[in-house]
Each structure stands twice: as structure tokens, then as C-alpha cells.
């Protein structure tokens, strides 16, 4: 079971950027499709990027569309999220999860393996 590792969670003003990743050791991450997820205190989980397995082809959400781009490194068997001109309400957990062979990816949490999530905080 491949599990997902998210780093690069911190805090960063409102307008700034930040970058957030996901790692597995073990599996070639090619084969899966990725999604990240957001979480707030008190709200449900919601999809932001998705990114499918073979093609890379992506999806985002329509809030964060133009300003959040997810890509995979192949290399690096790492998937990231470039987060730019945050918004104070998007603060919370952020999630990666994975789910092998789905060469179209989706925003919902039709996903297998999550990881533990990484938090980012925009503040001021």
C-alpha cells in the first residue's frame, strides 16, 4: 500500500506562495493519480489539484484555478502543489492522497491512500 508523505506546510502571508509536496518511497508515483485536498477547522475536505496516472493530465478546482498548479517530477517521485496569492481562507491541512491506474483524475475522495497532511497557515 503505497503511502503518501506531505511536507512543506508553513505559514505565509496572504498574497505570498508556497510550495507543498508528495512523496512515497517504494512505489513509482507515474502509475498513480494524485490529489490534493484541503481541510479547515470545522469544514469538510475538499478537493483542490488532481493530477492522473500515465497522461498527467490536471483538473484544479474552480476557486483556485489560474493560481494553484500541481506537477509531478518524475525523477523526484514527488508531486507538487505551487500554491500562489493564498487567500487567508485557505489555511487548513493540506492532504495528498493517491489511487493507482486512474488516468482521469477527480476532485472527489475517490482515493485509496492518504497521507497524514501537512498544515498551512496564511496570516497576516
Known amino acids: 500500500q503505497l503511502q503518501p508523505v506531505e511536507s512543506g506546510g508553513g505559514l505565509v502571508h496572504p498574497g505570498g506562495s508556497l510550495r507543498v509536496s508528495c512523496a512515497a518511497s517504494?512505489?513509482?508515483?507515474?502509475?498513480?493519480?494524485v490529489g490534493w485536498f484541503s481541510q479547515a477547522p470545522g469544514k469538510v475536505r475538499e478537493g483542490v489539484s488532481c493530477?492522473?496516472?500515465?497522461?498527467?493530465?490536471?483538473s484544479d478546482s474552480d476557486t483556485v484555478k489560474g493560481r494553484f498548479t500541481i506537477a509531478r517530477d518524475e525523477a523526484a517521485n514527488t508531486v507538487y502543489l505551487q500554491m500562489n496569492s493564498l487567500k487567508h481562507e485557505e489555511s487548513g491541512n493540506y492532504y495528498c492522497?493517491?489511487?493507482?491506474?486512474?488516468?482521469?483524475?477527480?476532485?472527489?475522495?475517490?482515493?485509496?491512500?492518504w497521507g497524514q497532511g501537512t498544515q498551512v497557515t496564511v496570516s497576516s
Open positions: 517504494g512505489f513509482t508515483m507515474t502509475s498513480y493519480a
Open positions: 492522497a493517491a489511487v493507482r491506474g486512474a488516468v482521469r483524475c477527480r476532485l472527489d475522495e475517490a482515493y485509496n491512500d
Open positions: 493530477i492522473s496516472a500515465f497522461t498527467d493530465s490536471t
